[in-house]
DNA sequence: ATCAAAATCCTTAGTTCTTGCCATGCCAGA
DNA sequence: TCTGGCATGGCAAGAACTAAGGATTTTGAT
């Protein structure tokens, strides 16, 4: 019995996640978001309590989607390395043709805010371990074809393929040269043969 | 004819370092600063300029610093492998036995401050380059001598080992698990037999 | 030796702008 | 009609930086 929101909440958000995104936590004041996403100041504390608030839910908005491409990833492809050359090509493309160079926002959020911010540690603790345990089934479904080389603990791969993600992921914020990450790509799947 | 400075310039730098280094740029105010430096407000600016001046000096004291620590190494190790081991070990147990989990200052900055801050991206360039060559004159030497195995571009196997290092700077971020960079550190070195 | 000048030191206060957040009041819709 | 979204203006604190004033230390000229 009361009237209905003008905009759409998701939408609205997601405009934020890319300001946050793209200039940081502390980058980023209140008036800028203002600005930028359509709706007024009253609005925008009536809906989402505060910046830090804000903050949260555009990072766990951001870890939702990019956990659900990659659980698609791995449910659809054919085979195990195939899925992981999809995730490498999903992440790498994402990164590489960003013009505003932003990254990752997870990593970003872990450079900036884990040590200090407990919050952001949890929901990040938890998207290490979903991504690990996604990569460690692909990996283990692969070493029992034969398709990858059983001579590793599929964790340790897990984490090894993440870990040059994260890499990648800091190196995109310097640079696009796509002849760069080719090369660490080509070197890291290698380890799978 | 006039009065010498009562600090240590470098000395005074150093903790300005571990404060950007611990808080981020825009996470750590001049009032922070006045209060750990031990030096007054008006030395502060007369010494450094403002707050900008003093964070690239900051970055330029680390970059020079864990550039010789390198350059020592590489200098010293008596086989490639060996140098490219204590490279990992250094960079490791720096990141590990911080209790702020302050990770590494360059990455920080890069996720910072690259895309907006043209002073520091040029600062983490000529840094991504040294650290590169670096590497890269260790594994020619390695596989001229058939430590290393030869299948690989010495300059591709460089990239990757960097990015590889760079992957963990940001994971230290959130975690000082030994197990978990262990399994990294493995099946990263596994690529160079 | 003495004194003036220059450069450093510190304290304190102030300026100006931005920050995050809130209170009031109006208005739309169930 | 009355709940809740929306717009406006404002507030207290914090941001970076500056200015004023006095004390101290070094140098060079007298």
Redesign the pocket.
């Known amino acids: 019995?009361?009237?209905?929101?003008?905009?759409d909440e998701a939408e609205v958000l997601n405009k934020a996640l890319c300001l946050f995104w793209h200039k940081g936590y502390n980058g980023?004041?209140?008036?800028?978001l203002v600005d930028h996403l359509g709706?007024?100041?009253?609005?925008l504390?009536?809906?989402y309590a505060?910046?830090?608030s804000l903050y949260i839910k555009s990072l766990e908005f951001y870890q939702n989607n990019s956990r659900h491409k990659m659980d698609d990833i791995a449910a659809n492809a054919t085979s195990a390395k195939e899925a992981i050359t999809q995730l490498f090509t999903l992440m790498t493309t994402e990164l590489l043709t960003d013009d505003q160079q932003k990254g990752c926002f997870i990593v970003n959020s872990e450079v900036e805010l884990a040590p200090h911010d407990p919050e952001v540690r949890l929901i990040i603790r938890r998207n290490e371990s979903q991504i690990e345990d996604i990569l460690v089934a692909v990996i283990q479904k692969g070493q029992e074809s034969g398709e990858i080389a059983n001579k590793q603990d599929a964790r340790a791969i897990a984490r090894f393929i993440f870990n040059a993600v994260k890499g990648m992921r800091v190196s995109a914020k310097l640079t696009t040269d796509k002849a760069f990450f080719n090369d660490i790509i080509k070197i890291t799947l290698s380890v799978l043969d």
Not at 39 to 43: A, C, K, L, M, P
């Open positions: 019995m009361a009237r209905t929101k003008d905009f980023t004041s209140m008036q800028e709706i007024s100041r009253s609005s504390y009536d809906t505060d910046k830090h």
